[in-house]
């Protein structure tokens, strides 16, 4: 397939893509024997053989690896210029949304 699109890339209507695919054809051949050779070694490995690394067992996710999130109405204010309108606007509607939820929380009760 590779030498196909090669001489349609040296054809008249020849184009970028075909050189493309010109070069695409072969990597994918090279995966195809790369998967069948790692899946042959996977079948004659022992599987009663340990695994490194798999009795290490579940880790713990670092309390600091995310940044922390701040409170609703905290959260328009942070960083931001007090008395930009954009910014009162966005507490505004975050302050709506936070009432019409209280109110379902309140009703479904």
């Known amino acids: 397939m590779g030498w196909w699109q090669w001489t349609r ?3 008249a209507g020849g184009t970028g893509q075909n050189l ?4 695409q054809w072969p990597l994918f051949a090279a995966f195809v024997v790369y ?3 790692r899946f ?3 079948e004659d ?3 009663e053989a340990p695994v490194a690394g798999a009795d290490e067992g579940p880790r713990e996710i670092p309390a600091d ?4 999130r701040a409170s609703v109405g905290a959260a328009a204010t942070i960083g931001t210029d007090v008395d930009d309108p954009e910014v009162e606007a966005i507490a505004a509607y975050n302050n709506y949304l936070a009432q019409i939820r209280a109110e379902g929380d309140r009703s479904t009760t």
């Not at 493309?20 to 070069?23: D, K, L, M, V, W």
């Not at 690896?65 to 922390?68: A, D, K, N, V």
């Open 9 to 11: 890339f040296e054809a």
């Open 45 to 47: 490995a022992d599987p």
């Open 65 to 68: 690896l995310l940044p922390q």
């Open 35 to 37: 998967a069948y050779r």
């Open 20 to 23: 493309g695919y010109a070069f």
């Open 40 to 42: 042959v070694q996977l």
